[in-house]
């Protein structure tokens, strides 16, 4: 009934516990932050006093879905603003309870916990055997349905609540440990909205990162510009019937410019036998690029936008480091990553020797 009665006026109340683990507070201020589903920023909403370790929030039920967090000292806890009274617990073990959503939480929560403590006692156990092939194969025969039971109920947990906020956060939490076919599903039923916010974006494009990375997939196409300022494509030089390098670099990152001399020299023997490097920038001053080109002999296709790390290369292929390389077939389709020096030399040959 109470809760009923908070869900009409559409309000919360916090009601939270610092337990003993986290040591006495008393005196001390917490904060209550709000984290808009999908979005990156953190806002503070509100601040209140310990008082024998315990404190209270009271507001209204946010418009859209929204992951609020308490933190208390070097402690925080997360919990959805769902209409109702609602108990948190912060300490060693942080807990959450009372109304739908945050008891959803919650069984997340107790299913890592349970995870976790049987994955250690295993570790425990086999940590003292000799690593053999026996024992590897014992250890995993105990640890694989540990963890098929995590991502089975993980899953069950996230797809219950994928239009919420508490199903968003599991999401963004989880993406790299479910199988393809599963997050491509949640991110279908998910809102619109988290769908086009910026984690969602990233959601989306994960498998598709995560398979350029691997030096796997298709090429994708993208338009940028050329040193005078010229637009050209990828398309324009992959997929025409010769092996491309597509290297990732910019004149102010060391490593980079360190394998310039070693690509020249390998582009000279291998330009005439169905061989084209495609140079692409992050620099963001015109000039510190056109200056390394000319330096270290770059006389293969160069192209940049010089935005930096916003560049459309970076959000196109999810680059997040340089150097950074692949290798593309005749057709189009990405055959490996991360060669540099005497490893694409020994590709090349290879193929084209």
């Given at each position: 009934m109470v809760n009923t009665l908070y869900a009409q006026d559409k309000s919360f109340v916090l009601n939270g516990l610092i337990d003993a683990s986290a040591g006495d507070l008393s005196g001390t201020t917490v904060y209550l932050k709000k984290n808009i589903s999908g979005q990156p920023d953190i806002v503070q909403l509100d601040s209140t006093i310990v008082e024998n370790n315990r404190f209270t929030f009271k507001g209204e039920?946010?418009?859209?879905?929204?992951?609020?967090?308490?933190?208390?000292?070097?402690?925080?806890?997360?919990?959805?603003?769902?209409?109702?009274?609602?108990?948190?617990?912060?300490?060693?073990?942080?807990?959450?309870?009372?109304?739908?959503?945050?008891?959803?939480?919650?069984?997340?929560?107790?299913?890592?916990?349970?995870?976790?403590?049987?994955?250690?006692?295993?570790?425990?156990?086999?940590?003292?055997?000799?690593?053999?092939?026996?024992?590897?194969?014992?250890?995993?025969?105990?640890?694989?349905?540990?963890?098929?039971?995590?991502?089975?109920?993980?899953?069950?947990?996230?797809?219950?609540?994928?239009?919420?906020e508490i199903g968003e956060y599991l999401l963004t939490m989880l993406y790299q440990v479910l199988p393809d076919e599963q997050l491509a599903e949640l991110m279908e039923e998910a809102r619109p909205a988290f769908r086009q916010s910026e984690s969602g974006q990233r959601l989306s494009k994960y498998t598709v990162y995560r398979d350029i990375q691997q030096g796997k997939g298709r090429y994708l196409d993208m338009t940028l510009q050329t040193p005078d300022g010229k637009e050209v494509s990828l398309s324009d030089y992959v997929g025409k019937g010769k092996y491309v390098l597509i290297d990732f670099w910019a004149s102010w990152c060391g490593p980079c410019v360190r394998e310039l001399p070693k690509l020249a020299e390998t582009y000279s023997k291998y330009k005439d036998k169905g061989f084209e490097i495609i140079g692409i920038s992050l620099d963001e001053r015109k000039q510190d690029w056109l200056s390394a080109i000319d330096r270290f002999n770059m006389t293969w296709v160069n192209m940049s936008d010089l935005k930096g790390w916003k560049s459309l290369a970076g959000t196109t292929y999810g680059i997040t480091s340089i150097p950074f390389t692949l290798l593309v077939d005749k057709e189009g389709n990405i055959m490996e990553s991360y060669l540099y020096g005497e490893e694409l030399n020994y590709r090349l040959q290879e193929i084209l020797d």
């Open positions: 039920v946010p418009g859209t879905p929204t992951i609020y967090y308490v933190s208390a000292g070097n402690k925080a806890a997360l919990f959805s603003p769902e209409a109702g009274q609602i108990s948190m617990q912060i300490g060693q073990k942080n807990r959450i309870s009372g109304t739908a959503k945050n008891n959803q939480m919650q069984a997340f929560l107790d299913l890592q916990e349970s995870i976790s403590t049987d994955l250690k006692e295993i570790n425990s156990r086999y940590s003292v055997m000799e690593n053999t092939e026996e024992s590897r194969q014992s250890w995993l025969a105990e640890v694989q349905p540990l963890r098929d039971k995590l991502e089975k109920g993980s899953y069950s947990i996230t797809k219950d609540n994928i239009k919420n």
